[in-house]
C-alpha cells in the first residue's frame, strides 16, 4: 500500500443479484426455475466495473454521479458493509461511514443509546462517547424532549442530523458522507458545510452529494462516475474554490 495512502481500490468489481419478487413476476420466476443456469445468471448485473480510486491522508475528495451509478456502492465497500466480487481494497484507519439516512441507527434504542451503539461502532470508548454526548446532542439541534425516545419517533432529518453529529464526532480518521446535505434545510445544511470544512483540517474525507456548488467550495478532487464506471478525474484548485 502507498504510504500516502489510507484508501485504496483496485480493479474493483462489484456484481449485485437482483432477486425474484422485485424484477420478476411470478410466472417469469416459475420458468426461470426450470430453466438453465445462463439464463438465471441474466438476473445479476455489474454495479462496479473495474473502479480504481485513492484516498490520500488529509484529501478530501467527492465522487459526483447520477442515481444508481455506484456512489454508495463505493462507500459502503470501504466501510466493510458490503465485499467486492473481483479486486483488492486497502484501508489505512478507522472508517466512520454516514451512508444510508440514520445510519446504522436501531429503531428501537433511544437517541442517547444509538450515540452510545453508534460511536463505538465508530471505535470510541465509552468514556469518550460521554464526554462528547452534550456537545452531539448539541450540533444535533435535535429537541431535548426527543433524546431519550426511540428514534422511530424521529424523522429522517433529526436521524441524519444525530448520525452526521455523532460521525463528525468520531476518532475515525476516514469520513465517508453520503448526500446528507440532501436532508434538512437550508439552515442545517449551511451547518454540515462549515462542519465539512472544519474536519478537512484533521480528516480524509469522501464527500456524495448532488449539491455541486458546496462540493467545488470543499473537496480536492472530484471523481465522475457513471453506471458503474469512473469517467473522469478533476482536480479543484485551491484558489478556484470560493470560501
Ligand atoms: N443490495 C443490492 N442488491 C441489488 N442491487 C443493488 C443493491 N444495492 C445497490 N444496487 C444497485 O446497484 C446500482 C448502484 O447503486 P448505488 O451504489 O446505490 O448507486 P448511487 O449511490 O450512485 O445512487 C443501482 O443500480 C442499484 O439499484
Ligand atoms: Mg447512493
Same mark, same amino acid.
Given at each position: 500500500?502507498?504510504?500516502?495512502?489510507?484508501?485504496?481500490?483496485?480493479?474493483?468489481?462489484?456484481?449485485?443479484?437482483?432477486?425474484?419478487?422485485?424484477?420478476?413476476?411470478?410466472?417469469?420466476?416459475?420458468?426461470?426455475?426450470?430453466?438453465?443456469?445462463?439464463?438465471?445468471?441474466?438476473?445479476?448485473?455489474?454495479?462496479?466495473?473495474?473502479?480504481?480510486?485513492?484516498?490520500?491522508?488529509?484529501?478530501?475528495?467527492?465522487?459526483?454521479?447520477?442515481?444508481?451509478?455506484?456512489?454508495?456502492?463505493?462507500?459502503?465497500?470501504?466501510?466493510?458493509?458490503? @465485499?467486492?466480487?473481483?479486486?483488492?481494497?486497502?484501508?489505512?484507519?478507522?472508517?466512520?461511514?454516514?451512508?444510508?439516512?440514520?445510519?446504522?441507527?436501531?429503531?428501537?434504542?433511544?437517541?442517547?443509546?444509538?450515540?452510545?451503539?453508534?460511536?463505538?461502532?465508530?471505535?470510541?470508548?465509552?468514556?469518550?462517547?460521554?464526554?462528547?454526548?452534550?456537545?452531539?446532542?448539541?450540533?444535533?439541534?435535535?429537541?431535548?424532549?426527543?433524546?431519550?425516545?426511540?428514534?422511530?419517533?424521529?424523522?429522517?432529518?433529526?436521524?441524519?442530523?444525530?448520525?452526521?453529529?455523532?460521525?463528525?464526532?468520531?476518532?475515525?480518521?476516514?469520513?465517508?458522507?453520503?448526500?446528507?446535505?440532501?436532508?434538512?434545510?437550508?439552515?442545517?445544511?449551511?451547518?454540515?458545510?462549515?462542519?465539512?470544512?472544519?474536519?478537512?483540517?484533521?480528516?480524509?474525507?469522501?464527500?456524495?452529494?448532488?449539491?455541486?456548488?458546496?462540493?467545488?467550495?470543499?473537496?480536492?478532487?472530484?471523481? @465522475?462516475?457513471?453506471?458503474?464506471?469512473?469517467?473522469?478525474?478533476?482536480?479543484?484548485?485551491?484558489?478556484?474554490?470560493?470560501?
Amino acid at each position: 500500500m502507498d504510504k500516502e495512502n489510507l484508501v485504496e481500490l483496485k480493479n474493483i468489481w462489484k456484481k449485485y443479484k437482483i432477486i425474484g419478487k422485485f424484477k420478476k413476476s411470478l410466472r417469469e420466476s416459475i420458468s426461470s426455475f426450470f430453466k438453465e443456469k445462463e439464463e438465471i445468471e441474466d438476473d445479476e448485473f455489474w454495479a462496479l466495473e473495474d473502479i480504481n480510486l485513492t484516498l490520500k491522508k488529509g484529501e478530501c475528495i467527492s465522487i459526483y454521479g447520477p442515481n444508481g451509478s455506484g456512489k454508495t456502492t463505493i462507500l459502503k465497500l470501504i466501510s466493510s458493509i458490503t @465485499y467486492p466480487t473481483k479486486g483488492e481494497i486497502n484501508i489505512k484507519g478507522k472508517v466512520a461511514p454516514l451512508i444510508s439516512l440514520g445510519a446504522g441507527f436501531h429503531n428501537d434504542l433511544t437517541g442517547r443509546e444509538n450515540i452510545l451503539t453508534n460511536g463505538s461502532i465508530l471505535g470510541m470508548s465509552i468514556k469518550e462517547i460521554k464526554e462528547k454526548e452534550e456537545s452531539i446532542i448539541e450540533f444535533s439541534e435535535l429537541d431535548r424532549k426527543f433524546i431519550d425516545m426511540p428514534v422511530r419517533k424521529y424523522s429522517t432529518g433529526m436521524n441524519t442530523r444525530l448520525g452526521f453529529s455523532v460521525a463528525v464526532h468520531s476518532t475515525a480518521e476516514i469520513i465517508l458522507l453520503d448526500e446528507i446535505l440532501a436532508v434538512g434545510d437550508e439552515k442545517f445544511r449551511e451547518k454540515c458545510h462549515e462542519k465539512i470544512k472544519e474536519l478537512k483540517e484533521t480528516k480524509s474525507i469522501i464527500l456524495v452529494s448532488h449539491h455541486m456548488d458546496i462540493v467545488r467550495s470543499i473537496v480536492d478532487r472530484i471523481v @465522475y462516475i457513471k453506471k458503474g464506471k469512473i469517467v473522469e478525474e478533476e482536480e479543484i484548485k485551491k484558489e478556484s474554490r470560493q470560501n
